[in-house]
């Protein structure tokens, strides 16, 4: 039989990139494909940006392939990284040969909490106040520093603030260090103001980070300029049985409806789906087929070229 994937483009360029990636999916294997709507758009229309169903069926395909969240990614991408189980945001940043990077040696992996910090919404704004609570457990630092030692053995980072955020960023790092000692895993704490210079300064110095929610959405993007923009930039949220699978990049209104949208995050997220469900080598086939087609194929203006999003989808394919 073969596996279910959801498809939810959501806002802007994501109804362009995502078609990209499930033409691709469709080359390397033999999927069922369930198209559903979420999004700014969806809000206009039924009031609701997630509709039940939309939700149930991240909660039931064997992985969902998503686009791009617009204004109400509160209420689109978060309840959809929980709907699939997840608790780690995996994001990987790599320079690619042929692609102009300020940090050409930069290939890092963040490893972001998913479920809590100040992600959690609990925000009140009245009488020209506003306050936000932020949540951080033993139990969630607990099974991202699990699932950090068995990702990286040979040890990783750890992205903190805990000399300001004490209670906080100290459970997590804490938490996460002891971990990591138990398992026999060496680590390296790291402030995570000081990771940014870091990372521009001496991008060869770190393999994988792991890091608190909001810490790891913004390093990820600081390494995505780092490495040539964020249309290089794939992220799988996984932990559970399911899996979330989406670019970086949100929906780009600024050149949403231009046909000019690069696809490689997207694409380069189902390869990390292809991984997830066990087709590895359908998940290298598609790396490569990109990789190809960065160092030398058809490039989207982002990255310096004129080529328009279809053009860049087609080169794909035919390395595939
Ligand atoms: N495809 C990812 C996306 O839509 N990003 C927009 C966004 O606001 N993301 C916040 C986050 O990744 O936590």
């Known amino acids: 039989m073969s596996e279910e994937i959801a498809v939810i483009p959501g806002d802007g360029i994501g109804s362009e990139v995502v078609p990209v990636a499930v033409d691709v ?3 390397v294997g033999d999927f069922e494909f ?20 939309t939700r149930a069926l991240a909660a039931s395909a064997d992985a969902t392939l998503f686009g791009a969240a617009g204004e109400t990614a509160a209420d689109v991408v978060l309840p959809l990284r929980d709907a699939v189980g997840s608790f780690v945001n995996v994001r990987p940043a790599r320079a690619y040969p042929g692609v102009d990077a300020l940090c050409p040696e930069l290939d890092i992996v963040f490893l972001r909490e998913n479920t809590e910090g100040v992600y959690t919404g609990d925000e009140v704004r009245e009488d020209g106040r506003a306050t936000l609570t932020r949540v951080v457990t033993e139990d969630a630092s607990r099974r991202l520093a699990e699932y950090a030692c068995d990702y990286a053995p040979e040890g990783f980072h750890v992205a903190h603030k805990a000399n300001v955020m004490r209670e906080t960023d100290g459970l997590f790092l804490d938490t996460v260090e002891a971990v990591a000692r138990e398992r026999g895993v060496p680590t390296e704490s790291v402030l995570m103001d000081a990771l940014a210079t870091h990372l521009c300064l001496s991008p060869g110095e770190f393999e994988v980070v792991v890091t608190p929610n909001l810490a790891g959405d913004v390093l990820s993007d600081l390494a995505a300029g780092l490495v040539g923009g964020l249309g290089l930039l794939p992220s799988a949220n996984i932990g559970g049985e399911r899996g979330l699978f989406e670019p970086v990049h949100g ?41 190809s087609v960065l160092a030398d194929g058809p490039r989207t203006p982002d990255l310096g070229g004129d080529a328009g999003t279809d053009e860049v989808a087609d ?5 595939v």
């Open 315 to 319: 080169a794909i394919l035919d390395r």
């Open 34 to 53: 369930v198209h559903a709507d979420a999004g700014d758009a969806v809000a206009a229309e039924t009031g609701t940006p997630l509709p039940a169903e």
């Open 251 to 291: 929906s780009a209104p600024d050149i949403a409806g231009e046909g000019i949208a690069n696809p490689a995050a997207t694409v380069l997220s189902a390869a990390m789906l292809l991984d997830f469900l066990d087709h590895g080598d359908a998940a290298a086939s598609v790396r490569s087929a990109v990789e």
């Open 25 to 27: 999916l469709d080359a």
